[in-house]
Every structure is written in structure tokens, then in C-alpha cells.
């Protein structure tokens, strides 16, 4: 094939391929700068074509890591950036960025980014909306603590005093805070989440962007934890030059606030301007009343949704589930149920041989504490046993690493080599898995 057919076909697949690519000389002359990194960055065609005249990147402005390749002749391999780009959009991708060399000379850089925002939404997602504003009577809690926690709720909407919501993640935390927000006697404009276990520099960014606007705004801070102490004290320092009494602050932690105080991973000044009261949500397993309930409105929307045929769960499974201590909460079920009704054709119960096969595993301490003889849950028995084997396999890697994480207490870097595995290939693995380990054993 001649040079320039396979010219022209190297340039329509780098600007239809979907990875962002970016490639400058050491002058900082843009010489590819495709589709996909046009959408990334928000750029549009008007600003692509003055940026393609200017031919060069303000490496000193922007601090790129392309000039740090470009300077060290060293690849950066691996990063993820998170960051509200030209469209006022929130985007997250990992970008590779590698030093081009010609006969032993360097002669520019090339950076491949890879868009994985969606990855990132769904890994910290919170329990689903279900299509409609999520307001204290959508959820299904009927405990007597969560009943509580309801009625302390209704008392901060009321009086639109700040909270701190104290519970692990997936108890229903953020269901909490959105209930607060639409119990509001006079209605905010916008509830905006602020989920601090991403880059706390977009987080920075995103709140001088809204507090100083006319609109009224519930912001719900999720995991403040998670922030430096240094980001922390910021975020205290624009919410006190920005006085605005109509906003609403709401923030969550995972365990007592005056421990993390003392351990130094969260401010006092924080805890003060979210403070005005604090309330407890508890774990699934300290009250499981509110796993059936949860369930049976997860299948009456499953039916209303889709047709189907599904009431409930067999006694046998209902007693599974009761038992087990749901270390991931509310989430954790809520993800179970949508891998269960995945595979329902026009089954009106959930029996054993449907429940999928890591959770089979997880809950053979059940069987073998003696709620069943049978403790091998992985004897195929009849024809209903039999899975996809790609799933059957995934379902039995994801049961291995779940335990050879809690054998090293968590820790990622003992337990990929444990398992022969780069830590980066574990990390990546337990991220698409969601499997539920507490996120300050995990090293990341």
C-alpha cells in the first residue's frame, strides 16, 4: 500500500478512534490534537481552529504534564485527572504521556487519555434515584432508629440549620441529605453534591463557582474526611466570605467526628460550620427490618418497569439475607438485586440456584454455622445451577480477591503480590468489582 493511503488512514483513525490524543513537538507545536481530546477538554471548533493557528501550547500557563515529559524525557504513566473543562462539564479520564525520540533525539511528546467519567460516576453513585425527586416518603425505612433519624431530618429542613450525617457508606446517607433538601419550607434552587474522595482541587473549584452566585444552594458534602486539612480550612474560608444564609450545608463522615478530629483527618473549623447538629445513620445490620421493605419496593418497580413476573424472595433466601450482615449496606443489596433481576426471565421467586455465585461464597460461614446441611454451595444440583462460564469465572475471581483482601487487613500492595498481580491491575480490579472493603485499609 502506498505511503499516503496509509497516511490518510493513520489520520482517520486517530481522530475517530475513542482515546483522546495529544501530540506536540519540543517547542510546544500542537501537531495532533484529535476529536476525542477536543470533547475531553471542551474545546470547540472555533477555539480548535485559533489554538491550531497559535500551533503551540502555553506549557508555563497550563503547568502540563507534557512539559514535565517533555523536560525529563521520562513518560508519566497512569494519571487521573478530574476537572471541569472548557463546557463547564465534570470530566475524569487517566492520561498516559510519553517522551518521542527520532534516531536518539528527542523530538516531541505524545499524550493518550482515556475518558473513563462515567466509570468514575457509577463507581461513587449513589443509590438510585428511581426517576423522581427523592423526598422522605420514597424511602422505605420503617426501624424504629431510621424512623428517628427521619424525624431529626424533617427538624433540620425546618430549621435549615447546617447537619453532619455520621453512618458508613451505602446506609443511605445521601437519601438523608436529598430528603432534606426537598423537605425545605422555602425550596433551594439546586442540590449539588460535592464528593470529596475525588480531586479536592475540582471540589475547590466547584464550590467558589456556586457560592457566590444568585442561586440558593443545598450543597451536600459527601465524605469531608476524605479532604486535606489544608483543602478543608479553604472550604471553610470561602463559606465564611461568602455569607449567604439561604444556602443549605450538609456533610457526611464515616464515624464519630470528634475521632477524626483527634486523628487529624478532619478540622475543627470544618466540623464547626457543618455542625449545627449531627445525626447517626446506622448500618443495614443493625436494622435489618428494613431489608424487606427495601426489596419488595426494588421488585414493585421491577414490575412496573418491565413487566415482570418476579413477587419475591423464597423462605429460603429470605432467611440468607436476613442473617447476613450486609457489610456494604444498603448499596451492596441494592447491587445484588440488580444482578439478580439481570438474569429473571419469568421466575416469580428468587430461589438459592439464582442468587450469583460470589455471593454464594460470601455467605457459606451461613451454611457452615449450620442454617443448612449443605454446606457446598457450588454443587451443581440440576440443570438451573449452570451459569455462563465468563460469569461463573468472574463471580469466582472477584469471591478470591475479595478474600485475599481481607486476609491483608486491605492492603492493596500486599495483596497483589500475594496474587502475583500489578498492584495497579488489583486496584483497577476491585474498583470494577465495588468490592466493600473500608476504603482507610486500601493504600491507594
Not at 13 to 27: A, R, Y
Not at 143 to 161: G, N, P, Q, T
Not at 301 to 320: A, K, N, P, T, Y
Request: charged letters at 30%; one cysteine or more.
Amino acid at each position: 500500500m502506498e505511503n499516503h493511503i496509509l497516511l490518510n488512514i493513520y489520520k482517520y483513525v486517530i481522530e475517530k478512534g475513542d482515546m483522546g490524543i495529544c501530540v506536540v513537538d519540543t517547542e510546544g507545536k500542537l501537531l495532533i490534537y484529535n476529536k476525542k481530546m477536543r470533547e475531553l477538554e471542551g474545546v470547540n471548533e472555533d477555539e480548535f481552529e485559533k489554538r491550531r493557528a497559535l500551533e503551540i501550547i502555553d506549557f508555563e500557563t497550563e503547568k502540563s504534564d507534557i512539559y514535565k515529559v517533555l523536560s525529563s524525557e521520562s513518560p508519566i504513566p497512569n494519571v487521573k485527572k478530574t476537572y471541569w473543562n472548557k463546557k463547564n462539564q465534570e470530566v475524569t479520564y487517566i492520561s498516559n504521556i510519553y517522551p518521542l525520540h527520532y534516531e536518539g533525539a528527542l523530538v516531541g511528546a505524545v499524550e493518550f487519555a482515556r475518558d473513563i467519567t462515567q466509570l468514575e460516576y457509577m463507581m461513587y453513585q449513589p443509590l438510585r434515584r428511581y426517576g423522581a425527586p427523592l423526598t422522605f416518603d420514597i424511602i422505605t425505612a420503617v426501624s424504629e432508629v431510621m424512623r428517628d433519624v427521619i424525624d431529626k431530618a424533617k427538624i433540620v429542613a425546618l430549621s435549615r440549620m447546617p447537619v453532619v450525617l455520621v453512618g458508613e457508606s451505602g446506609t443511605g446517607i445521601d437519601m438523608i441529605a436529598e430528603g432534606i433538601h426537598h423537605d425545605l419550607r422555602v425550596q433551594n434552587d439546586l442540590f449539588i453534591t460535592l464528593i470529596c474522595r475525588r480531586d479536592e482541587n475540582t471540589i475547590l473549584k466547584q464550590i467558589k463557582k456556586n457560592i457566590a452566585g444568585k442561586e440558593n444552594i443545598t450543597f451536600f458534602a459527601e465524605r469531608i474526611e476524605y479532604l486535606s486539612i489544608a483543602a478543608q480550612k479553604k472550604i471553610v474560608e470561602l463559606f465564611n466570605n461568602h455569607s449567604n444564609h439561604k444556602h443549605m450545608l450538609i456533610a457526611s463522615v464515616g464515624k464519630d467526628p470528634i475521632d477524626l478530629i483527634q486523628e487529624q483527618m478532619l478540622s475543627k473549623e470544618l466540623y464547626r460550620l457543618f455542625s449545627g447538629i449531627t445525626i447517626y445513620v446506622p448500618p443495614l445490620r443493625e436494622r435489618k427490618e428494613d431489608i424487606m421493605p427495601f426489596i419488595d419496593d426494588y421488585f414493585q418497580r421491577h414490575r412496573d418497569s418491565f413487566g415482570s413476573s418476579i413477587q419475591g424472595l423464597s423462605e429460603e433466601v429470605e432467611e440468607i439475607f436476613l442473617k447476613y450482615d450486609w457489610p456494604g449496606n444498603l448499596k451492596e443489596l441494592e447491587v445484588l438485586l440488580d444482578e439478580i433481576s439481570s438474569l429473571l426471565t419469568n421466575e416469580t421467586v428468587i430461589d438459592l440456584h439464582i442468587l450469583p455465585a460470589y455471593f454464594r461464597w460470601k455467605i457459606q460461614q451461613i451454611y457452615d454455622d449450620g442454617m443448612e446441611e449443605n454446606a457446598d454451595l457450588f454443587i451443581i444440583k440440576n440443570p438451573n445451577d449452570i451459569r455462563p462460564l465468563d460469569v461463573y469465572m468472574k463471580e469466582v475471581e472477584e469471591y478470591y480477591i475479595s478474600k485475599a483482601l481481607d486476609f491483608h487487613q486491605g492492603n492493596i500492595s500486599k495483596t497483589a503480590a500475594t496474587l502475583g498481580i500489578r498492584r495497579q491491575s488489583l486496584q483497577y480490579r476491585v474498583k470494577n468489582y465495588k468490592l466493600n472493603k473500608k476504603s482507610e485499609n486500601i493504600d491507594s
